[in-house]
Protein backbone atom coordinates (compact mmCIF):
# COMPACT_ATOMS: atom_id res chain seq x y z
CA UNK A 1 0.00 0.00 0.00
CA UNK A 2 3.33 2.33 0.19
CA UNK A 3 4.14 4.00 -3.26
CA UNK A 4 7.01 2.64 -5.26
CA UNK A 5 10.13 5.85 -5.23
CA UNK A 6 12.43 5.27 -8.59
CA UNK A 7 15.46 6.79 -9.16
CA UNK A 8 17.90 6.43 -11.69
CA UNK A 9 20.83 9.14 -12.50
CA UNK A 10 23.27 8.15 -15.35
CA UNK A 11 25.99 10.55 -16.00
CA UNK A 12 29.96 9.85 -18.04
CA UNK A 13 33.18 10.77 -16.64
CA UNK A 14 36.16 10.41 -18.95
CA UNK A 15 35.24 7.10 -20.21
CA UNK A 16 33.55 6.20 -17.09
CA UNK A 17 29.93 5.20 -17.62
CA UNK A 18 27.89 5.63 -14.33
CA UNK A 19 24.38 4.39 -13.43
CA UNK A 20 22.44 5.06 -10.33
CA UNK A 21 19.86 3.19 -9.58
CA UNK A 22 17.58 3.39 -6.05
CA UNK A 23 14.42 1.69 -5.89
CA UNK A 24 12.22 1.72 -2.28
CA UNK A 25 8.85 2.71 -0.12
CA UNK A 26 8.50 6.48 -1.01
CA UNK A 27 8.75 7.75 2.43
CA UNK A 28 12.24 6.30 2.73
CA UNK A 29 13.68 6.61 -0.03
CA UNK A 30 14.77 9.90 -1.80
CA UNK A 31 16.47 11.61 -4.59
CA UNK A 32 19.16 12.93 -1.78
CA UNK A 33 20.32 9.16 -1.75
CA UNK A 34 20.55 8.64 -5.51
CA UNK A 35 22.90 11.92 -5.51
CA UNK A 36 24.99 11.24 -2.79
CA UNK A 37 25.86 7.34 -4.27
CA UNK A 38 26.55 9.70 -7.51
CA UNK A 39 28.42 12.01 -5.91
CA UNK A 40 30.77 9.02 -4.71
CA UNK A 41 31.23 7.46 -7.44
CA UNK A 42 31.85 11.10 -9.37
CA UNK A 43 34.70 11.51 -6.05
CA UNK A 44 36.12 8.30 -6.90
CA UNK A 45 36.78 8.58 -10.40
CA UNK A 46 37.97 12.27 -9.83
CA UNK A 47 40.81 10.78 -7.32
CA UNK A 48 39.53 13.31 -4.81
CA UNK A 49 38.02 10.22 -2.21
CA UNK A 50 40.22 6.85 -1.62
CA UNK A 51 38.93 3.70 -2.21
CA UNK A 52 38.62 1.21 -0.18
CA UNK A 53 42.09 -0.28 0.31
CA UNK A 54 42.37 -3.20 -0.08
CA UNK A 55 39.75 -3.53 -2.60
CA UNK A 56 37.21 -6.14 -1.58
CA UNK A 57 37.17 -8.87 -4.17
CA UNK A 58 34.73 -11.95 -4.30
CA UNK A 59 35.11 -15.25 -2.68
CA UNK A 60 35.91 -16.95 -5.87
CA UNK A 61 39.18 -19.07 -5.89
CA UNK A 62 40.72 -20.32 -9.24
CA UNK A 63 41.56 -23.65 -9.17
CA UNK A 64 45.15 -24.57 -8.66
CA UNK A 65 45.95 -26.91 -11.50
CA UNK A 66 44.33 -25.99 -14.61
CA UNK A 67 45.71 -28.50 -16.57
CA UNK A 68 43.69 -31.27 -14.87
CA UNK A 69 40.43 -29.07 -14.51
CA UNK A 70 40.30 -28.79 -18.34
CA UNK A 71 37.48 -30.16 -20.36
CA UNK A 72 39.45 -32.86 -22.68
CA UNK A 73 37.34 -33.47 -25.90
CA UNK A 74 35.54 -36.64 -26.31
CA UNK A 75 36.90 -39.34 -28.81
CA UNK A 76 35.97 -39.54 -31.94
CA UNK A 77 32.73 -41.92 -32.36
CA UNK A 78 33.61 -45.18 -33.95
CA UNK A 79 30.68 -46.48 -36.71
CA UNK A 80 28.55 -48.62 -35.57
CA UNK A 81 28.39 -52.22 -36.39
CA UNK A 82 24.92 -51.62 -38.14
CA UNK A 83 24.96 -48.73 -39.68
CA UNK A 84 24.65 -49.36 -43.46
CA UNK A 85 27.32 -48.64 -46.27
Do not use: Y
Amino acid sequence: TIAQAFHRMIFRRGNLVAVVLTIGADPFMKVETARGLALLIDEKALGTKEAIVPTPTSNFTPPADRVKTAVRPTPAATPSATATR
